[in-house]
C-alpha cells in the first residue's frame, strides 16, 4: 500500500470523526499499513503471523477508536501494535524465543549487507540484545517512528530515546567489527 500524505492534524481530525463513524479510519489504516505490518513482521519473522498480528492490530485499533484522547496517532496505534504482540507471545507461552525469530537492519549502513555471512553475524548481534533495545530497533526501523512517537510507546523523552538509539547502533557497530574482524565505522 501506498502511504498517504497525512499531517499530524489530519489523523488526529480523522481518529475524532472515526470515533462516530468507523467508517472514516481508514485513511489511517491506509497510512500506517505498511509500518504496521513491518513491525509485526519483525517481532514473529513469519509472513502468516505478521499478516495475523497486523489484521488484530487494526481490528483492536478500530474496535478501541473511542479511547484515542488525542496527541500522536502513530504512539496510539503502536501502542496497541506492541501490546498485540506481546500478547501473541505470552498466549503461544514463547516470550523467551523471541531471540530466536529476530533478523537485523541495525542501521542504514547495516541495511545495505549483501553477504550472507555478514547478515547472519549482524542477525545473532541483534538477537543477544535485551528485549527492550530489539524492540527500539523494531519501532524506529520497522515502524519508521519518531523518537518523539517511540518516547510516548516507551514512556521516555525523545531525547532520551535519540541516545539510546544512538548508543545502541554503535554497540552493534563495535560488536559486528570485533567479531568480524572490521575497524568499526
Known amino acids: 500500500m501506498q ?4 499531517t499530524q492534524s489530519d489523523e488526529v481530525r480523522i481518529m475524532l470523526l472515526a470515533q462516530h463513524d468507523r467508517l472514516l479510519f481508514a485513511p489511517i489504516y491506509e497510512h500506517y499499513f505498511d509500518r504496521v505490518y513491518a513491525y509485526c513482521l519483525r ?21 478501541g477508536v473511542n479511547s484515542y484522547r488525542g496527541g500522536v ?22 516470550v523467551a524465543a523471541l ?28 538477537a543477544t540484545l535485551p528485549d ?30 535519540r541516545v539510546q538509539f544512538h548508543r545502541l547502533l554503535k554497540q552493534l557497530r563495535e560488536r559486528y567489527a570485533q567479531i568480524s574482524g572490521e575497524q568499526p565505522a
Open 3 to 6: 502511504h498517504t500524505p497525512l
Open 43 to 63: 517481532r514473529t519473522n513469519s509472513v502468516q503471523e505478521a499478516e495475523d498480528l497486523c489484521s488484530l492490530v487494526f481490528s483492536r485499533a478500530l474496535g
Open 73 to 94: 496517532v502513530a504512539a496510539w496505534l503502536f501502542q496497541i501494535a506492541h501490546n498485540t504482540v506481546i500478547k501473541h507471545y505470552r498466549a503461544r507461552r514463547i
Open 99 to 126: 531471540e530466536d525469530v529476530e533478523e537485523v537492519e541495525a542501521a542504514s549502513d547495516f541495511e545495505q549487507v549483501d553477504d550472507f555471512e555478514q547478515w547472519q553475524m549482524l542477525s545473532q548481534l541483534v
Open 132 to 161: 527492550d533495545q530489539r524492540e527500539l530497533l523494531a519501532l524506529m526501523l520497522d515502524a519508521e517512528l519518531s523518537s518523539q512517537e517511540v518516547g510516548e510507546i516507551v514512556g521516555k523523552s525523545a531525547g532520551a530515546v
